[in-house]
């Protein structure tokens, strides 16, 4: 099983985001994101569920305890259509997520 520092580093380049990108999303440092990627200090239990949370995946997973993802929303109450879109949508920097709600919002309101 993978470290959490190890964790938390791999998650964040999968999605391409930098320290501050990640450090801003949750809250936190950039330098207190770089020390638990290090393992030079644990994040507390509240940027934990945080980090799962953006992640969409098991605080369990995260900290290195599993090495099931543990999606957040189970998996089988999704339809594959579903599935894709989210993954399309956790692959995005925070910015693009931001611009992707407003423009599906314009897009419902726009409809009526």
């Known amino acids: ?34 020390k ?11 940027y934990i569920l945080r ?17 099931e993802l543990g999606w957040v929303v189970q998996p089988c109450l999704l339809t594959a259509e579903d599935k894709q879109i989210l993954d399309i949508f956790h692959a995005l920097s925070p910015r693009m997520r931001e611009l992707a709600i407003q423009t599906l919002k314009l897009w419902i309101t726009t409809q009526n």
């Not at 959490?4 to 994101?33: F, P, W």
């Not at 949370?53 to 369990?60: T, V």
């Open 1 to 34: 099983m993978s470290s959490y520092g190890q964790r938390i580093r791999e998650l964040r380049e999968e999605r391409g985001l930098s320290l501050m990108s990640l450090a801003k999303a949750i809250g936190v440092s950039d330098t207190a994101i770089c």
């Open 51 to 67: 980090m799962a949370d953006f992640f969409n995946c098991s605080a369990d997973f995260l900290m290195g305890r599993s090495d």
């Open 36 to 46: 638990w990627e290090n393992q030079l200090a644990e994040p507390k239990l509240s």
